[in-house]
């Protein structure tokens, strides 16, 4: 059974950082590009970060690029995003999916960010 299962999430202040992780289970992790998404309340999901499958290539967001680096650890199917100098815009519920350079084949359930004063 395939299963993302993101966590790492909470309420930060701005300015502040946070580290999302989302562990894979159910299919081969090293094969799969990974990426992190992001949705607010009111908005289309969109594409946050995307790591290739060993790593050797790694894109962001216009908006997170310089603040948020993303990662992985393929011994333990495990991607990482690592959140610095959070704003309040960055508020939103962080979803990871799995899958091909064009396609995503898997979604987790997210995890909710919120950056509050």
């Known amino acids: 059974q395939v299963q993302l299962v993101e966590s790492g999430g909470g309420v930060v202040q701005p300015g502040g950082s946070l580290r999302l992780s989302c562990v894979a289970s159910?299919?081969?992790?090293?094969?799969?590009?990974m990426r992190w998404y992001r949705q607010a309340p009111g908005k289309e999901r969109e594409w946050v970060a995307r790591i290739s499958s060993y790593s050797d290539s790694r894109t962001y967001a216009d908006s997170v690029k310089g603040r948020f680096t993303i990662a992985r650890d393929n011994g333990k199917s495990t991607v990482y995003l690592q959140m610095n100098s959070l704003k309040p815009d960055d508020t939103a519920v962080y979803y990871c999916g799995a899958g091909s350079s064009l396609s995503i084949d898997y979604w987790g359930q997210g995890t909710q960010v919120t950056v509050s004063s």
């Open positions: 159910g299919f081969t992790f090293s094969t799969k590009t």
